[in-house]
Every structure is written in structure tokens, then in C-alpha cells.
């Protein structure tokens, strides 16, 4: 009888574990900034001096990297799914 309920425990464990670990929040998806239109630069004067011609992409150094961050709320769902697939691991071993 206590086996049973043990393994039904671990069951019912497990599948609210596998229910908080899905992401569900509706977090917008990263868009890129737009691209400024090109606007025609006037002509400098000759200096004699060959300047390096713009290519369009920023410098190396320029570019911010896309930070990933994550809600509480999904933080909690993890360590409530790990919290809880350590219990239904122990419902198990003492079954």
C-alpha cells in the first residue's frame, strides 16, 4: 500500500515538474534596430590623403551583445521543477 503510494507521489511529481519547467511567458522576440536610410554625404575636397571608405557595419568595439535575462518567474519554475524531481526521486527509493 505505502509503495503504491510512493510511486503515485513520484508520478504526480514529476508531471507538475515537466508542467513548471515549460516556458510560457510571452516575452516579445528581440527585434533588430532599423537601418537608417543612406543619405548622400557631400564630396569633401581632395586632400591627397586616401581616407578608408565607410563599409555600413559598426566598428567591433561599437556593438552592445544581446544580454539574455530571465523573470523571476521562471527562475522560481526551475528550482520549484528541481526541488520537486528531487522528491519524486526520493518517493522512488523509498518505494
Not at 515537466?18 to 534596430?33: E, G
Not at 543619405?39 to 566598428?59: F, I, L, N, Q
Amino acid at each position: 500500500m505505502l509503495r503504491r503510494l510512493c510511486l503515485a507521489l513520484a508520478i504526480v511529481l514529476l508531471l507538475v515538474a515537466i508542467a513548471l519547467s515549460q516556458d510560457t511567458t510571452d516575452a516579445p522576440a528581440p527585434t533588430a534596430a532599423p537601418e537608417p536610410e543612406p543619405t548622400a554625404a557631400p564630396e569633401p575636397a581632395p586632400t591627397g590623403a586616401a581616407e578608408p571608405e565607410p563599409t555600413g557595419e559598426p566598428d567591433a568595439g561599437t556593438s552592445k551583445p544581446e544580454m539574455m535575462t530571465t523573470s523571476g518567474a521562471t527562475t522560481a519554475a526551475n528550482i520549484s521543477g528541481v526541488f520537486l524531481l528531487l522528491h519524486a526521486a526520493l518517493a522512488v527509493l523509498y518505494a
